[in-house]
């Protein structure tokens, strides 16, 4: 990599191929000074090229990359020089005689003797014209003048030439280009270094940001998403009403033009194969009143009106209120009607009509709680943990109104048997682990029973508290000093669990009522981390996770459950119960590192990752456990108790042309054809092109200082396996990196999966290869000597003058 553009000095980092194991790229820095007396010259740079034989190297400088590829051929002896009428300059530019040394041509270090240099220079796009050859193009020997310049010089011009220079083909040096120097060796062979100049581009790094992205008005969203759902439904119900009235039409047409026979008083009609369907939704086939064409209409009108309205709702809490009473009823009446028609028609023609999917106009995970007064979904927990989070207060953002669908205390729902349905009871309780209370022993251990069995205050080692019914914790955050002095341990804050229970209702089923408890970990540090990463505005983010989605991320081998808002600023992912136990141990460290990263943004006055590269973790900013108990038929939800993270999405507002899952192990990394998401082997073959993750000398200091921190935050914390999450934008040139994946912890169970797995490799011949499980401070030297290898940092003209610069401050400073 050229770097500098002083005279007298210039800096350069090359790059030569396939040497390291495991590792096919090695990165030299080299100085190359120019207008020296004693430079290296061309014909000295061409010279060393020819001695040590066929090699490539690249060179970076500034927006350029520049190949050199040297090949010998003993075959080719037929090939002769020029004549000497041709003796000119192979590019036409002129060079003062000033910058020329008195070096002579023909004459190399060590005796080597050096026949005229032949030289061809083209564009690119000529180049690629003749078939990626120069032998195409005219040839000429180069003057002394162009020989003896020095090697540093010559890459300055290559690189900062202006449009007036031009080649053979007459085009601009300014632009790519192909140079080819011919050199005939002593031994009779014939060496060509071709020289490519190509455009390079530089990327801008973005780490995860310190604060909360903007840019996105979530509530329009949200509101826009609910409608959208609610406008489905009833046009689901339309067009089963239309379905259902046409039938009935066409049967009333049948039995005008056929006389069918009365059944003898003695015949017992069969009961309906449907009577078992229809009474497990709650219906009774009794006397069922007669399928009326003019109740269809009046439900067809009903329909109508709610497609009117919901458009033209503002609120969450409109949207919520629809649903308990208008919706709730229509659908209702709607399924009643529809029973009793289904029900006729078996009658009359002894056999069912075609039927809709009547679970088609429910959904069947909404749900509403009436101690929160809001709206949830129980197949997405992020809308539970939004009120778990509500409910704790611990912040002055978390307001009621910040969730979609809050309903104020002072509207009733106006349908009667939601409202009778959805009476709190007493399982509705928030529990703080660390608290007292008189309440008599006997009862709240009565109440207790309906939380999860494993409970975090177990993991935390606390003593389990069996008083639900407390009030939230005191700890209250007013300031950015109070989240940091209780993110760096110095407040009352301690060990504690939250444990939100409540009882929901499922205004579809007449029996629908399932109980949710969610638990959280650490909840006073998370809420810490929380304000400090939303500004203090905590209702944004419940109200991004008021709402999700379920997702199927590619790349990894896990199995877990993948949520994302629909904003797509958080994602919540599911954990296994082992890393849930050790971020027990691993949190207070976690909390003092975020400290530390915080109070040193705020020291500096900078939240720009652009510009300030503090952590490359991807932050996390809670961990669950959450446990629905509901009715046997929905079996979709999960009863059993399930354990999340939420974490930031990093690459939120980015587009990704080329993404990377990056370890540092080269075995099985490699990604399945298809995959959107590329691993550490697929990288390795895109290194080989030259292709490296290029950024600024600078920004490439500062993003290693990070990494190297970073892992060693999780080396001593015994993790391993975490991965550097890396996506591509050419558009844009922008680079946005991650570190993911860090719960894993070095267990007994792994140490004897590594052994195990290496003994299998000696056992087979494959003691050399790189193993899958190491302990965590060999990961961390592993993964950041890879990283340091995939990063190229790109010098430009005043990378030489800052360097210089920085020295001069730290002798000063002595």
């Known amino acids: 990599l050229c770097d500098g553009n002083l005279p007298g000095e210039e800096t350069n980092v090359g790059m030569s191929f396939g040497a390291a194991p495991n590792y096919s790229v090695r990165q030299v820095r080299e100085v190359f000074p120019f207008y020296n007396e004693g430079d290296e010259t061309l014909l000295d740079f061409l010279t060393e090229r020819a001695r040590e034989g066929d090699s490539t190297r690249l060179i970076v400088h500034g927006n350029k ?60 796009n000529c180049f690629h014209s003749m078939g990626n050859s120069l032998f195409g193009s005219p040839a000429a020997c180069c003057s002394p003048h162009t020989l003896n310049i020095s090697w540093g010089a010559f890459l300055e011009l290559l690189i900062y030439s202006s449009s007036r220079f031009t080649l ?110 229809l009474n497990g939704r709650g219906f009774g086939l009794g006397d069922s009143p007669e399928f009326g064409e003019d109740k269809g209409m009046l439900l067809l009108r009903r329909a109508a009106d709610l497609l009117l309205l919901i458009p033209s709702l503002k609120t969450g809490e409109d949207l919520t209120i629809l649903r308990l009473n208008d919706l709730a009823n229509l659908v209702s009446d709607f399924l009643e009607w529809y029973k009793n028609g289904v029900f006729l028609a078996e009658r009359r023609n002894g056999k069912a009509p075609t039927l809709m999917e009547i679970t088609a106009f429910e959904d069947q995970h909404w749900a509403y709680c009436p101690r929160g007064h809001c709206g949830l979904r129980l197949n997405e927990p992020t809308s539970l943990v939004a009120l778990t989070l509500q409910v704790s207060g611990l912040s002055p953002g978390s307001q009621r109104d910040s969730l979609l669908g809050y309903v104020r205390n002072d509207v009733r729902p106006l349908y009667e048997t939601a409202s009778k349905e959805i009476a709190p009871n007493d399982h509705d309780s928030i529990v703080d682990d660390n608290a007292d209370n008189n309440e008599p022993m006997a009862c709240a251990e009565e109440r207790a029973q309906g939380f999860p069995e494993e409970s975090m205050a177990i993991m935390l080692g606390i003593e389990p508290s069996l008083l639900p019914d407390i009030a939230p914790s005191s700890l209250f955050i007013s300031s950015v000093l109070d989240a940091l002095d209780i993110l760096a341990n110095r407040s009352p804050a301690s060990k504690t669990t939250f444990k939100h229970a ?74 296994k119960q082992a890393e849930l136990k050790h971020f027990a141990e691993f949190g ?26 503090s952590s490359v973790l991807c932050k996390i900013f809670g961990v669950f456990s959450i446990h629905v108990k509901r009715a046997k038929r929905f079996l979709d939800t999960p009863a059993e108790i399930r354990y999340f993270a939420l974490m930031e999405n990093v690459f939120f507002s980015r587009r990704a042309d080329v993404t990377y899952d990056l370890k540092g192990s080269q075995r099985n990394r490699t990604a399945v054809e298809g995959s959107s998401v590329l691993l550490d082997q697929d990288l390795v073959n895109t290194l080989r092109k030259g292709a490296f993750f290029y950024c600024t000398n600078d920004v490439k200091s500062i993003l290693m200082d990070s990494l190297t921190a970073d892992a060693h935050l999780l080396s001593t914390s015994s993790i391993m396996d975490y991965s550097l999450i890396a996506a591509l934008n050419e558009d844009s040139r922008q680079l946005c990196l991650g570190v ?75």
Not at 536 to 550: K, T, Y
Not at 604 to 612: E, P, R, V
């Open 65 to 124: 990359r520049i190949w050199v590829r040297t090949f010998t051929d003993f075959k080719n002896t037929d090939f002769r020089c020029p004549d000497a009428e041709q003796n000119e300059l192979s590019f036409r530019f002129a060079l003062p005689k000033s910058s020329a040394l008195s070096h002579p041509c023909g004459k190399a270090e060590e005796g080597t003797h050096i026949s005229p240099v032949i030289g061809r220079a083209v564009c690119k």
């Open 168 to 277: 053979r083909c007459g085009h601009s040096l300014s632009q790519e280009a192909c140079i080819s120097f011919v050199v005939f060796s002593r031994t009779g062979g014939e060496v060509t270094v071709s020289i490519i100049v190509e455009s390079l581009t530089v990327y801008d790094v973005i780490t995860p940001p310190e604060k909360l992205p903007s840019g996105v008005d979530t509530l329009e969203l949200y509101l826009k998403t609910e409608k959208e759902e609610l406008l489905r439904c009833v046009q689901s119900i339309v067009g089963a009403i239309q379905a259902m009235t046409a039938s009935q039409a066409q049967q009333q047409q049948a039995s005008a033009v056929q006389t069918q026979p009365s059944p003898s008083n003695n015949q017992r009609i069969p009961k309906p194969p449907l009577a078992n369907l």
């Open 502 to 575: 409540m009882d929901v209702m499922l205004p579809w089923d007449k029996n629908g009522v399932a109980t949710v408890t969610v638990e959280v970990m650490f909840p006073e540090q998370f809420a810490a981390l929380q304000y400090i990463y939303t500004g203090g505005r905590v209702d944004d983010m419940l109200l991004s996770l008021s709402r999700s989605r379920a997702i199927k991320p590619q790349g990894g081998k896990t199995k877990s459950e993948f949520f994302i808002t629909l904003d797509e600023r958080f994602l919540m992912k599911q954990i």
């Open 588 to 613: 207070p460290k976690y909390f003092s590192y975020m400290s530390h990263m915080y109070g040193k943004a705020e020291n500096h006055g900078k939240h720009d990752a652009t510009s300030y590269c």
């Open 740 to 814: 993911i994946d860090y719960l894993h912890p070095y267990t007994g169970v792994k140490v004897i999966e590594s052994k195990v797995k290496a003994g299998i490799d000696t056992v087979l011949g494959h003691a050399g290869r790189d193993p899958t499980i190491i302990d965590p401070v060999s990961y961390r030297i592993r993964f950041a000597r890879w990283l340091e290898g995939c990063f190229c940092g790109v010098p430009d003209k005043s990378f030489a003058v800052r360097r210089a610069m920085a020295k001069e401050n730290r002798r000063i400073n002595k």
